[in-house]
């Protein structure tokens, strides 16, 4: 070959790599990007990914080829933005307002994500300050009980799927909590005496306890499409701590419940069958399941057995 023709082709050469650089300066900095590919990668995951990108090419346009909203509008992904979840946490014990927390209300994060709350803080602002301990229980009823000298601001309530879990790098790995559903305070003070013992609905809660059904009601519905009437049968479930477990004599014949304001009220013992201490509104409740609750005794400061 001549060194005319050579040098023709070099200029050739040499004005192509010129003329695609200046292309791709004109177009910015991402569309250099594939040429760097082959650096940052290893050639099996080019491949892999290559085959990947030529299936969805069968179906989709290339012009909208492989974004997130090809995947997410085609291949029937939802968006959760603004949809609350309504799972529940029981947050009991010896705290001032005994009930149900939802998950929301304690991590709104679908608004923040990969956030967190301290569990502390937590505490306080359901009104919890002074305390003993703090026990969680999950979904799979495995549960924790920590004193409070050993919570700190490391001890963090953190998003989890659809709930919470519970984590705290100053404590053992087997005390973070996933699905959390239960959280139970025990309290400094123990305004509940029971047999001339001072206790409070917090402790009794850590065990033993009973759920019982409460107020199972019968209920039909007229269908207006075939005229048939349809039953079934609503009630609710309590948990609380069973009466004879907790009393100084589980043989007792003659039950007394002081509430708040002196009044005392006296059950038999047929009458306080199967009755259990709960942690409502109204403070210390004592649950008769044979009856309504508006014949359930609240308040509950005292009970003495005989």
């Given at each position: 070959m001549?060194?005319s023709?050579?040098?023709l082709?070099?200029?050739?050469?040499?004005v192509?790599?010129?003329?695609?650089?200046a292309?791709?300066?004109?177009?910015?900095?991402?569309?250099?990007?594939?040429?760097?590919?082959?650096?940052?990668?290893?050639?099996?995951?080019?491949?892999e990914?290559?085959?990947?990108?030529?299936?969805?090419?069968?179906c989709?346009e290339?012009a909208?080829?492989?974004?997130?909203?090809?995947?997410h509008?085609?291949?029937?992904?939802?968006?959760?933005?603004?949809?609350?979840?309504?799972?529940?946490?029981?947050?009991?014990?010896?705290?001032?307002?005994?009930?149900?927390?939802?998950?929301?209300?304690?991590?709104?994060?679908r608004?923040?994500?990969?956030?967190?709350?301290?569990?502390?803080?937590?505490?306080?602002?359901?009104g919890?300050?002074?305390?003993?301990?703090?026990t969680?229980a999950?979904?799979?009823?495995g549960f924790?009980?920590i004193?409070?000298?050993?919570?700190?601001?490391s001890?963090l309530l953190?998003?989890?799927e659809d709930g919470?879990?519970?984590?705290?790098?100053?404590?053992?790995?087997s005390t973070?909590m996933?699905?959390i559903?239960r959280?139970?305070?025990?309290?400094?003070?123990?305004?509940l005496?029971i047999?001339?013992?001072?206790?409070?609905?917090?402790r009794?809660?850590?065990?033993?306890?009973?759920?019982?059904?409460?107020?199972?009601?019968?209920?039909?519905?007229?269908?207006?499409?075939?005229g048939?009437?349809r039953?079934?049968?609503?009630?609710?479930?309590?948990?609380?701590?069973?009466?004879?477990?907790?009393?100084?004599?589980?043989?007792?014949?003659?039950?007394?419940?002081?509430?708040?304001?002196?009044?005392e009220?006296?059950?038999t013992?047929?009458?306080?069958?199967?009755?259990?201490?709960?942690?409502?509104?109204d403070?210390?409740?004592?649950?008769?399941p044979?009856?309504?609750?508006?014949?359930?005794?609240?308040?509950?400061?005292?009970?003495?057995?005989e």
């Open positions: 001549s060194s023709r050579l040098l082709i070099l200029v050739l050469l040499l192509v790599i010129v003329g695609g650089v292309v791709a300066a004109a177009a910015g900095v991402r569309a250099l990007a594939p040429l760097r590919l082959p650096f940052d990668y290893s050639w099996n995951i080019l491949v990914e290559a085959d990947g990108m030529a299936e969805c090419a069968e989709h290339t909208e080829f492989h974004t997130c909203t090809t995947c509008d085609d291949h029937g992904a939802i968006e959760l933005e603004d949809l609350p979840f309504y799972a529940l946490i029981a947050f009991t014990g010896d705290v001032p307002q005994p009930g149900f927390v939802r998950v929301n209300d304690v991590l709104p994060y608004d923040q994500p990969h956030t967190y709350v301290p569990l502390l803080d937590f505490l306080a602002e359901q919890v300050t002074g305390f003993e301990s703090v969680l999950s979904r799979d009823e924790v009980t004193e409070r000298s050993n919570l700190a601001a001890s953190m998003p989890y919470i879990r519970f984590a705290d790098e100053n404590l053992h790995v973070w996933k699905g559903t959280i139970v305070v025990v309290g400094e003070e123990r305004p005496q047999d001339g013992e001072a206790t409070s609905m917090g009794l809660l850590l065990g033993p306890t009973r759920s019982v059904t409460v107020e199972q009601t019968d209920v039909m519905l007229k269908s207006e499409t075939d048939q009437i039953e079934a049968k609503t009630a609710s479930r309590v948990e609380g701590a069973p009466i004879e477990a907790v009393v100084a004599d589980p043989a007792f014949e003659i039950l007394f419940a002081r509430d708040g304001s002196g009044q009220h006296a059950l013992a047929q009458e306080a069958r199967d009755a259990i201490l709960y942690a409502g509104r403070g210390v409740i004592l649950v008769l044979d009856r309504g609750r508006s014949q359930w005794i609240k308040n509950v400061v005292e009970i003495v057995s």
